[in-house]
């Protein structure tokens, strides 16, 4: 710098005028000169192609650190050794963080703004990207860095705690976990949304457009008609199903998961089924998805109906357009629209009638000692049988959203900090006699059956029992327009599918959950779903 | 600008005599000056602690990107869907590329320079870790992203091909692969060193400090001493081994893969076994590895030698220093010393007889029918059958050497360009005939049956070899120094395996693979690997 002081200062004191006022003047001018000619060398205008294929790319990472944490989330819960956590948190945690700290870049900001002002010019789908990626974009900022790599990291290891924790009905090896995993989903909400309430904040991560408002007169409506409807069923005389929890060996048991995917139509050649203790479904992209199952050799239907429960989420994933693949689009839209899947495969058509007389010949085959003289009617009645009881995901249809509304209240008082972490089970134990008039033996059977608080997850339960109204919304409007039963009644799902598909799967994430709902339901209407039931019932019932 | 420019040139006017040469120079002063600026905002002097805990989250980081890599392998080459490659394919792609494009960033050489510079203030540990990640850093500097993640890409997809090629016995689907896969070694090699021949810099990366003109005489050597041995043995009685293809149920051989297992110390909570077409150990730390075997129902001996080769490499990394781990010191050091140790295992000890005494009654409880009236020493002949034959895995522990050099022929030539690959199934034949006297009945029993090639390794075969000279060679000190056989005989592995884990497990990556050679084995000479197999075989077929 001398140099050029002293020149500057010699001609500056030659002109004599401005020596004192101009220095600082000068600089600023220079700085800006500097900034703008860096600015035109290496940030030139951005143009529409390079900014589409800097879109592409982003969505591509984004799908590949995705599968990457996929697989490893996978390895932990099927083959993995025992006890491999530690590396295994590690590995995650730190791969979030990269991939958190990669889309919270001021360049990823930058490119999406770009797109924002050039929206116009973009087709349906960029578009849809760009509005979908600005809004995680946004949030995403919002979580630091360290935190997010906390939240994977620490929800990598609840679960494997967790898995112990019910093995061993040891509910206070979880509990310190528990407690983490509400601070920092409280904490999170206020990243999601600081002007909502905090449970509201995270109903609305899981289920865009829903809070407590919507659910708390939802479920209410629900109880109002369900509660006198169980009383009614509790009155009559309950099917044998003791039939369903003869021996059923896990071999035989699996050949006839093999045949139920094939009856869904699932190709094996793009879905694989695992073991593991809590069923779930991975799908990495539309021809790459796995589903898990978990068999008990003194419950047939246990098993049977996780592999069309998580089949059904399958066919969502896999019927998902094939240009929205490697996008933020592919994959299903909300999880309530993924549990309306689910749930309509498991309950509406794998506990009708006709479809259990199309498979029956096979089940026979399969089972021909355990299924002696017992009809396909016995059997529908056997697992619709209606029974208060302590497993959510054996629960009966009928009884089921109540398991909701119990884990509903206990997630909204711990998160608004009513209820602490450790009294949850007394506070479990309460509501299953309130709601259901059962009593829950001990943590394994009441509140560590479910992984998802393990899996960090806060206010997603309750979408199961959104996804089973929009479900009887579906099939009111599917009814409506193809002939449902009869080829469900020959083991024809191809129809049913076809119209899911085109109504609900192929729209991935291209349209708001709000869209797809109105497409395939017409307006949101729980007593669609209460009628639904009280008509199922009492056929069953003969009410 | 206009406002400064207005003003400088009419000071410089006003002064007269320096208005055009003055401008440029003015503008490199305020350059630098900007630059020293902004390195002092910005990059202020790195501190050594600073360093070195970016150099631990740099290994992490490098850990993390690893691990997700290698699930999506594990997962690909165990329960992926057979038709799920594209979406894996891409994922590895962009993941390595990501994790190429932040190791090779300047920030990391900066980082490695500095603490290179400092290196006099590390402990061992430390200083070790900088000089191999310089020299990684080195040489992936010099490999363009996109090539890289071409590589990652291509062999992905590759493995998938050459599974269904080896399947279908059609060299020709895998060929287009193989073409790609030595054109991109070739330049690879390049990239490796300039300086010397491809093949040479391919040899280097695999076994450090190797070479043709290393490997030449090796060979050369072992030939002399081979083929005369295998003509004597040719010329006595074989040993009825017809008992090794009985009927061997694959669940009856799955316990017997736990019962080895256990036998070798390998701790069930910290490594699986998994099945696939080829066996192949992938460890992510000491505390977590997997090995898999392929069942065979004729073959009790082939799924049994994985089980414990697999093993062998799994004990290693197992046996790695727990202060090295998540660092680029875990694992083992060289693929020499790797396959030295995994051959250890499969032959000097799991082809021993007193090792066979040991474990017989337990095989005899696992397959009555199958050994009944068969000896220890009948089977320990059985294994030990040598015979030429076509598949390397199944060689024998005398004919595998030549099987390794029909190989080492082969990618040299490849790689020099003297061979193309489209000419490889008839070389493969020629060099089989010739070494082995054997006819190579059809591709998937000739140049299809390895994975490495697919997997885009070239120069990694000859390691093999090499492993089972430096394996002689541990054998001889170890029996020097402890009492071998007397606990091999009980079953019991652990003093062997102490030996091993003292020598060379322990040390990991932080010794030259040289020095590890040179404490484990003392000065290398092959002819102690011709003496034991000259022994082995002369008492063997009492020659």
């Given at each position: 710098?001398?140099l050029?002081?002293?020149?500057l200062m010699?001609?500056l004191?030659a002109?004599?005028?401005?020596?004192?006022?101009?220095?600082?003047?000068?600089?600023?001018?220079?700085?800006r000169?500097?900034?703008?000619?860096?600015k035109?060398?290496?940030?030139?205008?951005?143009?529409?192609?390079?900014?589409?294929?800097?879109?592409?790319?982003l969505?591509?990472?984004?799908?590949?650190?995705?599968?990457?944490?996929?697989?490893?989330y996978?390895?932990?819960?099927t083959?993995?050794?025992?006890?491999?956590?530690?590396?295994?948190?590690l590995?995650?945690?730190?791969?979030?963080?990269?991939?958190?700290?990669?889309?919270?870049?001021?360049?990823?900001g930058?490119?999406l703004?770009?797109?924002?002002?050039?929206?116009?010019?973009?087709?349906?789908?960029?578009?849809?990207?760009?509005?979908e990626?600005?809004r995680?974009y946004?949030?995403?900022?919002?979580i630091?860095?360290?935190e997010?790599?906390e939240?994977?990291?620490?929800?990598?290891?609840?679960?494997?705690?967790?898995?112990?924790?019910?093995?061993?009905?040891?509910?206070?090896?979880?509990?310190?976990?528990l407690?983490?995993?509400?601070?920092?989903?409280?904490?999170?909400?206020g990243?999601?949304?600081?002007?909502?309430?905090?449970?509201?904040a995270?109903?609305?991560?899981y289920?865009?457009?829903?809070?407590?408002a919507?659910y708390?007169?939802?479920?209410a409506?629900?109880?109002?008609?369900?509660?006198?409807?169980?009383?009614?069923?509790?009155?009559?005389?309950?099917?044998?199903?003791?039939?369903l929890?003869?021996?059923?060996p896990?071999?035989?048991q699996?050949?006839?998961?093999?045949?139920l995917?094939?009856v869904?139509?699932?190709?094996?050649a793009?879905?694989?089924?695992?073991e593991?203790?809590?069923p779930?479904?991975?799908?990495f992209?539309n021809?790459?998805?796995?589903?898990?199952t978990h068999?008990?050799?003194?419950?047939?239907?246990?098993?049977?109906?996780s592999?069309?429960?998580?089949?059904?989420?399958?066919k969502?994933?896999?019927?998902?357009?094939?240009?929205?693949?490697?996008?933020?689009?592919?994959?299903?839209?909300?999880?309530?629209?993924?549990?309306?899947?689910?749930?309509?495969?498991?309950?509406?058509?794998?506990?009708?009638?006709?479809?259990?007389?199309?498979?029956?010949?096979?089940?026979?085959?399969?089972?021909p000692?355990?299924?002696a003289?017992?009809?396909?009617?016995?059997?529908?009645?056997?697992?619709?049988?209606?029974?208060?009881?302590?497993?959510?995901?054996?629960?009966?249809?009928?009884?089921?959203?109540?398991?909701?509304?119990?884990?509903?209240?206990?997630?909204?008082?711990?998160?608004?900090?009513?209820?602490?972490?450790r009294?949850?089970p007394?506070e479990?134990?309460?509501l299953?006699r309130?709601?259901?008039?059962?009593?829950?033996?001990?943590?394994a059977?009441?509140c560590?059956?479910?992984?998802?608080?393990?899996?960090?997850?806060?206010?997603?339960?309750?979408?199961?029992?959104?996804g089973?109204?929009?479900?009887?919304q579906?099939?009111?409007?599917?009814?409506?327009?193809?002939?449902?039963?009869?080829?469900v009644?020959?083991?024809?799902?191809?129809?049913v599918?076809?119209w899911?598909?085109e109504?609900?799967?192929?729209?991935?994430?291209?349209?708001?959950p709000?869209d797809?709902v109105?497409?395939?339901c017409?307006?949101?209407?729980?007593?669609?779903?209460?009628?639904?039931?009280?008509k199922?019932?009492s056929?069953?019932?003969?009410?």
């Amino acid at each position: 710098m001398t140099l050029f002081w002293d020149c500057l200062m010699a001609l500056l004191a030659a002109f004599g005028l401005i020596c004192i006022a101009w220095p600082p003047l000068l600089w600023e001018k220079l700085d800006r000169y500097r900034r703008e000619k860096h600015k035109r060398n290496e940030e030139r205008p951005m143009e529409l192609n390079e900014a589409l294929e800097k879109l592409d790319a982003l969505q591509k990472k984004s799908y590949a650190y995705e599968a990457g944490l996929s697989a490893l989330y996978l390895d932990g819960d099927t083959v993995a050794p025992p006890d491999t956590e530690e590396g295994r948190a590690l590995a995650v945690s730190v791969l979030a963080g990269e991939w958190h700290e990669k889309f919270t870049a001021p360049e990823t900001g930058a490119l999406l703004d770009y797109l924002t002002e050039h929206r116009e010019e973009l087709d349906r789908v960029r578009r849809r990207q760009v509005e979908e990626l600005k809004r995680d974009y946004d949030k995403d900022r919002r979580i630091p860095a360290d935190e997010y790599m906390e939240f994977e990291r620490l929800t990598s290891e609840a679960n494997a705690v967790w898995k112990r924790a019910k093995a061993g009905n040891d509910f206070g090896l979880f509990l310190p976990y528990l407690e983490k995993i509400v601070a920092i989903n409280r904490k999170f909400a206020g990243y999601y949304d600081p002007g909502k309430a905090p449970y509201d904040a995270l109903l609305d991560e899981y289920e865009r457009g829903t809070s407590m408002a919507f659910y708390d007169p939802f479920f209410a409506a629900l109880r109002e008609r369900i509660v006198p409807l169980i009383r009614a069923v509790g009155e009559k005389e309950q099917p044998d199903d003791s039939f369903l929890h003869r021996h059923y060996p896990a071999e035989a048991q699996r050949r006839f998961s093999d045949y139920l995917m094939e009856v869904m139509g699932l190709d094996r050649a793009h879905c694989t089924i695992g073991e593991t203790e809590h069923p779930f479904t991975l799908s990495f992209n539309n021809r790459d998805a796995r589903i898990t199952t978990h068999y008990y050799e003194d419950d047939l239907a246990s098993s049977m109906y996780s592999v069309i429960h998580e089949g059904g989420h399958a066919k969502y994933d896999m019927g998902v357009a094939d240009d929205l693949q490697y996008t933020r689009l592919a994959g299903g839209v909300s999880m309530g629209l993924h549990e309306s899947q689910s749930r309509f495969y498991e309950n509406l058509i794998g506990r009708s009638l006709p479809f259990i007389e199309a498979i029956f010949p096979k089940m026979r085959e399969l089972f021909p000692e355990q299924l002696a003289g017992v009809t396909p009617e016995q059997f529908w009645r056997a697992v619709n049988k209606a029974q208060p009881s302590l497993i959510r995901t054996e629960a009966d249809e009928l009884t089921y959203p109540l398991h909701i509304m119990v884990r509903y209240e206990i997630e909204k008082r711990l998160i608004d900090g009513a209820l602490e972490a450790r009294d949850v089970p007394g506070e479990w134990d309460r509501l299953y006699r309130e709601y259901l008039g059962v009593d829950v033996p001990d943590d394994a059977h009441g509140c560590l059956q479910d992984s998802h608080w393990a899996g960090g997850s806060m206010g997603y339960f309750p979408t199961y029992a959104l996804g089973s109204a929009y479900g009887a919304q579906m099939l009111k409007n599917m009814e409506a327009e193809i002939d449902v039963w009869s080829p469900v009644g020959r083991g024809d799902l191809s129809q049913v599918t076809a119209w899911l598909r085109e109504k609900v799967h192929r729209f991935g994430g291209l349209l708001e959950p709000a869209d797809v709902v109105k497409n395939a339901c017409g307006q949101f209407d729980p007593a669609v779903y209460a009628d639904y039931l009280t008509k199922k019932y009492s056929e069953l019932y003969h009410l």
